[in-house]
Each structure stands twice: as C-alpha cells, then as structure tokens.
C-alpha cells in the first residue's frame, strides 16, 4: 500500500504515508514534524511520540518529539554573533541568557505536492520565513524552505532544500533532533557510530573549541551497549568516516540513520539522564554556536549561501530487520 492519506492530531491535519513496512505521519501546520513513524512489520512506534493531551508541551517545545527540524541547531551564546558586517539576535530561551534549538519552532508549512507511484510515495511542503515576522526579527534574510518526504518500502528520505531569498550571503547550519525509542530495555540496544572525538563543553555546555578523546566512547565505532549510558555528547566524524548511525537490538532488529557526508559533520547524542525510554541520535551540519567557535569553517561546519542560490541537505533512516 504505497499512498498517502489524511489524518488528524490536535486539531490539524496531518499526512500519512504508507508502505508495507511503516507509517510516517506529517505534521506539516505545526512545524513540519514527522510525528509518528510507525512499524507496520513489528507494530511498533519508532519515535518518540507526541500524545494529543500533550499539545501545550508540544506548543512550546516541538523539538521534544519527532524528528524536528533545528535551524540552526545547538546553543548560540547570549544568542548573538556576527557574520559578515550583520549582527544576529536569536531569542534567549534557555539557561545563562542562552538561545537554544534556533527559529524553527511550529510554523504553519503548506503542502505543496503529494506522489504517489509504484516505488512508493512523497509529500513536499514549503514554508517562507518571511511569513514568520518574529522569524525575520531575528534572522532578516528571507529564505525558502522546501522539504520532501519519500517513502520507499522499509526507507524513509528526507530532503531539505533551502534558498537564499535575500541580497546578503547567510550562514547556514542545521540538524535534526531525531528521537528513538529503545523501549526501557536499554540493555537490549547497541549503537554503532564511526566519530573520532569528541568536543569539549563548557559549564554552559557551549563548546570551547577544543576536541578530547573519546576514552570510553571508542566503543562507538565498534558497537555500545546503551545501558548505563547518560548522553548530552556532541562528537565529530573524521574525514573518511561515514555519516551513519546504526542502533541494532540484541535480536538484530534496528535501523540504519545517514546523511550526506559532505555537509553533516557533527553527531549529538542524547538520552535526557540515564537512558531508559529513549536515544536522540542527532545528525548536525555546523557545530553547536558555530560562528563565535571558530572562524574555521571545516571545523565548525558553517556553510554559507549565497543570494539566489539554494542547498540541498538529505538524511535516510532505514528499517533492518533479523532474517528468518
């Protein structure tokens, strides 16, 4: 059953794509969060889900849930920086006078165009920031987001392509706060994710610029058991790692998590205190507060659009299941 249909959460509609394998519900007016990924197979839910008697919580912190979109992602000091002659003011909202998890919050994405074929099935939506008056206080270059979602069997693609509306250059970072399941069977889950250190954080959990080694979490590149772990861990890929993460339980069920490896260079690993319920895996182009980091964009993973021009960012998740 490759097709798409409607549902509802909260009051909104909602945009469900269906395969054999899983059942991916889009949350477009409310953020554009994928909401529930469904595995039709093993009936199970993949992500951290929102309830409907949770709106308010979901209102006010969208990135508690899903597979939320961060622009940028991480902590930005005092909210501020500045890049190229244009001085940022991101909102406060976390500890020290902080900014946390960027603009995008539950602004209202439209749905653009809906596939459906024999491979499988698409929804693209579209939002403009200049729609969000509050978005531009903050970051007054007008941009155009543009994300699709294609479903074929077992795998989901998200493709995200944003476009420079302005006449000045922007810097440019985002991630994905992407919440798994691991059921309370922490014991049971293993993660293998190729990095080669880690980035130092200070009091504020801001990064000092400085990398340390991975001492313990060198069994990331092998395979870790996640119990008794306590992530909020920002490491980087070295240059010839892939960008994958693969969380397997111990009956060789799991999933496989990627993005382009030209452009993500950074993971975060979260498991909101000792891990029980669930692993935010977190794919990140530029590191946490990158601009007041380093001027060294390798290192921090600032990219850059020009005016007119347009960057396209893709991530899959895979289902693997045990073989019979």
Known sequence: MKQVTKGQWGGYDTYILHSRELEVTLLPRLG?????LFDVKKQREILRQPDESDQAFFMQKPYHFGMPLLFPPGRIRKGQFQFEGTSYQFDQNT????????????????????EEDEDGCAVTTEFRTEDDPHWMEQFPIPLKFEMTFRLQEARLTQTLKVTNLGDHRIPF???????????????????????????????????????????DLEALNTGMNIQGTNFDTALRIGEKQPVEALLLRDDGYGLRYTADENLFRHWVLYTKGPADQFLCIEPYTWLANAPNVSEDASFTGLLTIEPGQSQNLSTVLEMIYPEI
């Open 32 to 36: 554009n969060n994928v909401i529930s």
């Open 95 to 114: 500890a020290n006078d902080n900014h946390i998890h960027g603009l995008h919050r539950t602004q209202a994405w439209c749905v653009s165009d809906i």
């Open 173 to 215: 970072g985002i991630g994905y706060h992407t919440w798994f399941m691991i059921d309370g069977e922490p014991e049971r889950w293993n993660l293998k994710l190729p990095v080669n250190s880690i980035y130092e954080l200070n009091d504020e959990l801001l990064p000092s610029g400085n990398l340390i080694p991975l001492g």
